[in-house]
């Protein structure tokens, strides 16, 4: 199979298994989708979505949230992890979109990466999940799969995103970020990974990965 070929094949078979995409983060705008995503960083989405209700109980947009103390936001955020960072970034970001942006969250990278706690791939899924504009947010799932499927050479993130972007076409993005995300959970993950599961890898993926795990 040629690369293109390659790539086909992936588009056609996530597009198979994932038809309908379901988002993993729940939300109901995009001030709530920012202060998920946030809070997803080095957590299980399961856990967050069991988190956010008992914080937008409280405050579910930021003039509510900056009548909250930073204390109170980590003693209700703490089983997520990293509670005091993202306690201070929900805070703090809150109040930047109070002051500069009327309250709304705003629709631009550059905006998103200069609140605190905002990195490019959290901008990346708001961009694309709230506002529906392209964007190739790389997390754990995607950058494993890259590699395995001999996209990327798995050297970093941001060279993941850059070849995503450059093997697929700019209006799949949005859907195929999620439906990777979605097959790296079900049927290739990092840990009891059964390749005879694996449609994708098992047809497409790179020689070394496949010998690799033959071998164990």
Sequence with gaps: MTKQEKVDFTIKKLKELYPRIPIPLDHKDPYTLLIAVLMSAQSTDVRVNKITPLLFEKADNPYRMVKLTVEEIREIIKPVGLSPMKSKGIHGLSQILIDKHNGEVPQSFEDLEELPAVGHKTAGVVMSQAFGIPAFPVDTHIHRLMYRWGFSNGKNVTQTEK????????????????????????????RGWDLDKDIITKTIGRKTVINEYLKK
Aim: charged share 30%; proline share 7%.
């Design 163 to 190: 070849d995503a972007k450059r093997l697929f076409p700019k209006e799949l993005w949005n859907d195929l970020h999620l439906q990777i995300i979605w097959y790296g959970r079900e049927y290739s993950p990092a």
